[in-house]
């Protein structure tokens, strides 16, 4: 929705931060709205910057919600404590929007190395927030996802093994729960790529990364079932060709492409580069979480 974030990760693959003023206008939002009843799409992951901090949010989140369709916020947590924003939690609950909310440790020193100095603070009173509104429960009912990523140039873990690692330490220290733990691979590319760059450390992460190519992966991708909107409604096979510029190999530019005549949008050819070795390598990634 933007570029815009309340914080500045150094792993931030989109080089958000607090003075991005990249925002999707009110036209390509309605665009949205035509694409998603057109094609039937079930399900619409909105993500930044913080999303949130789009005017038009709640707008299209209601919007969503009337046409059935279900919401993943991509939630950098802080931003439910930011002044104007008080409100933000019972407004996702009401709308039984899923949460997918950034923790790359259960300790607040490698959270706040990763994230800024009082992230992990502010990400434990909004995580509390969110489960007293029924947020992470076993019922299931509202969704609350928390995402994992390593410190630096080595693979995650096995994301079933890290989830009930989490699962102890976030219950017994923090009394917090959650749905599921997603474990991400960090991509080579823009501020992460920048970090490896200046610390020497960037041909052999890449190298990590093609040595443990798996291609049992190449089946669920996440480039092969989603489609990637950029701020100005133009298209891409995934977050990541977005944010490299790389645009799909074929006709289908813009969101108005898919309003022209009814396309088979899977069947696009994806644009790959070495990047890509970042999905593919030992348990695979993508938006969701390791794909074996
Ligand atoms: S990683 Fe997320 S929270 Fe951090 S700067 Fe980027 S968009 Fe913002
Ligand atoms: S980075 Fe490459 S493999 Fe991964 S989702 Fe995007 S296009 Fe697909």
Known sequence: MGYKC???C???????????????????????KKVLVLYKIKTIDLTGG???????????VITCREIGVEIIDRCNLTILTEPGQEDLADFLAANE?????????YEE????????????EKSIIALKRLNKLGYGLSDGRLKLNLVYNPQGPSLPPDQKALEEI??????SIYGIYFSELFTITN???????????????????????EKSFNKR??????????????????LYDCDFNQQLGLRPNCKLKHLKDLLQNKLEILDMPINVDSHCFGCTAGSGSSCSGSLQ
């Not at 913080?50 to 299209?60: C, N, V």
């Not at 989490?166 to 219950?171: F, G, I, L, P, V």
């Open 166 to 171: 989490y699962r102890k330490k976030m219950s």
């Open 109 to 120: 020193e490698n959270v706040d190395k990763q994230r800024g100095k009082g992230v992990f």
């Open 10 to 32: 150094i792993h931030c693959h989109v080089n958000a931060g607090p003075n991005r003023t990249e925002m999707m206008s009110s036209e390509t939002i309605d665009l949205i």
């Open 187 to 209: 991509m080579p590319i823009n501020r992460f790529e920048g970090f490896l760059r200046a610390t020497g450390q960037l041909t052999e992460y890449q190298n990590l990364l």
């Open 97 to 105: 929007v899923t949460v997918v909310a950034s923790l790359p440790c």
């Open 6 to 8: 309340n914080q500045c």
């Open 50 to 60: 913080a999303p949130e901090l789009h005017p038009e949010f709640r707008k299209l």
């Open 217 to 234: 992966n190449l089946d669920t991708v996440m480039c092969r079932n989603l489609l990637s909107v950029n701020w100005q409604g133009y």
